[in-house]
């Protein structure tokens, strides 16, 4: 589960950052909010794209 998550939260990073430089600048925000639940599930434990795959059957 953790290789799901870390592999889909970098990609939607590059994609934003791909986003935001060659189509709007405001895609960089996608990439703070991507971040910051990156952050704050490193202090709460809570993390919704953990979630999210669990309700899809990804395996702990």
């Known amino acids: 589960m953790e ?3 870390r592999a889909i939260a970098g990609t939607f990073i590059l994609i934003s950052l ?3 430089h060659f189509v709007n600048p405001y895609w960089y925000l ?3 909010f991507v971040g910051l ?6 202090f709460s434990g809570w993390c919704l794209m953990e979630k999210i795959l669990a309700r899809l059957g990804v395996q702990r």
């Open 18 to 20: 791909l986003l935001g």
């Open 3 to 5: 290789q799901y998550i």
């Open 30 to 32: 996608f990439t703070a």
């Open 37 to 42: 639940n990156l952050l704050q599930s490193a």
